[in-house]
């Protein structure tokens, strides 16, 4: 075990999988979660084969699968006029092209599983309460200040407390995240509660007119995922709170009476105001960087928001090893070997939120185009993605 110490601002999926690596090479790990206990909210998440790939690496592929759910087919339907615009045989695609699946889980249960694993480890050691409000680095390391007075202090420290990061102010200083105009509605509902006639066992997207609904069963099928998205300049930056049903069923008056039906049986919905950046490669400064949505918050046009910060965390630890615990070293060459990446994440996540909300001539283009391809050409479009990386590779 190392003497070295390295504190984790922020204890979501990227923190706890940044925490996990680093603990295993035998780095001491405080991990500081502002809230009172580490947990994630209740929704799902679709996990690409790229982040499967990076399970397999650190040994977690089993307790994933154990909670992960693997639709047959992904699939986009019209929103108003309900015919099937693209569908992708999913479970076969992902696993023959890519060598991993493409799973749903219940983001409580992915948490969990980084958590258990950090857990089990005596040098990590997982701080509630502790909201950091500023941090500074000097040649020798880095100090975390609290807002409740306390100070702590490592030989690094990684940023990765999200969207609205407190460290990613002292080290990129870009100011607030970009308001996209796009706002989120989510709800799970008990399996028993989902009538047989609107039940699919895929992830099914509706898409259009500005708007989409995506739905997909959970933990094995027991749980079954909503969300439900709009475009709408109502609402202000940092709004998590919970959604109007009529201002929903507003938007989706037009929509095919499917979706109708389904977004009527939701009585409380959780609401996202959804922000991303422009991609920057500056999210290093010395022994501090960032890792996850406080380096690169994308929209979730894509899926892979946490499937990033996952694969971050890898090539992190690939680094520091590679540098043999030079930190500033190694934090460059992880930036380097992640910036145009994530770039392209997040970039194309704009762009597919385009063509899921597509209107008038595009949408009937849309529909043209994905008709015309073969059942998995739109999946082959994301091979440079869904191939995942070898973390253990140097940047170039
Ligand atoms: C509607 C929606 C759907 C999505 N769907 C998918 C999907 O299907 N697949 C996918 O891969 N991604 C998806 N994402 C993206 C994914 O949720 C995020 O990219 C991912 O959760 C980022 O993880 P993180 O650990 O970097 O940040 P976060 O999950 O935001 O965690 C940050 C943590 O830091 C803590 N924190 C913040 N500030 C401080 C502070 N000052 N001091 C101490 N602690 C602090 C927070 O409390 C939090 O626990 C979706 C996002 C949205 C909004």
């Known amino acids: 075990m190392k003497e070295t110490k390295v504190v984790v601002v922020g204890g979501g999926i990227g923190g706890l999988a940044a925490a996990l690596v680093l603990a295993r090479d035998g780095y001491q790990v405080d991990v500081l979660e502002q809230s009172d206990a580490f947990r994630e909210i209740g929704a799902g998440i679709q996990i690409g084969p790229n982040a499967f790939r990076m399970f397999d690496c650190l040994g977690l ?27 992708v045989p999913v479970s076969a695609t992902a696993k023959g092209t890519y060598g991993f699946p493409y799973g749903v889980i219940y983001r409580v249960d992915l948490h969990n599983v980084f958590l258990d ?12 309460h502790a909201k950091v409000e500023r941090v500074e680095n000097d040649s020798e390391g880095a100090t975390a200040h609290l807002a409740d007075g306390r100070s702590m202090r490592g030989a690094a420290l990684i940023g990765a407390d999200g969207l609205w990061s407190t460290v990613r102010k002292a080290i990129v200083g870009d100011g607030a995240p970009r308001v996209s105009g796009h706002i989120a509605y989510r709800a799970v509902l008990p399996i028993e509660k989902v009538p047989e006639h609107l039940f699919s066992p895929d992830v099914v997207l509706w898409g259009g007119e500005k708007t989409h609904l995506v739905h997909y069963p959970l933990r094995r099928g027991e749980l079954y995922n909503l969300v439900a998205v709009f475009h709408s300049d109502r609402y202000e930056e940092g709004w998590n709170t919970f959604g109007d049903p009529e201002e929903l069923a507003q938007r989706f008056a037009q929509a095919a009476e499917p979706v109708r039906e389904l977004l009527s049986m939701i009585e409380t919905w959780k609401m996202w105001v959804l922000c991303d950046r422009e991609p920057v490669k500056n999210w290093t400064k010395g022994r501090m960087t960032l890792l996850g949505d406080a380096a690169h918050p994308m929209l979730q046009y894509l899926a892979q928001g946490a499937c990033m910060a996952i694969e971050d965390a890898a090539v992190l630890g690939a680094s520091l090893r590679r540098n043999d615990g030079d930190f500033a070293r190694a934090f460059d060459e992880y930036q380097r070997a992640r910036y145009l990446r994530t770039a392209r994440v997040q970039l194309t996540a704009r762009f597919y939120g385009d063509i899921y909300h597509a209107t008038g001539v595009t949408r009937e283009l ?9 059942e998995s050409a739109g999946f082959a479009g994301l091979s440079w993605l869904y191939r995942g990386i070898e973390p253990e590779a140097a940047p170039v």
């Open 366 to 374: 849309r529909n043209q185009l994905f008709q015309s391809g073969t």
């Open 61 to 87: 592929t089993d307790p994933i699968s154990h909670v992960a759910y693997f639709p047959r087919e992904l699939r986009m339907n019209d929103v108003r006029t309900g015919e099937l615009v693209a569908e």
């Open 117 to 128: 694993a950090c857990r089990v480890l005596p040098n990590v050691a997982l701080h509630t």
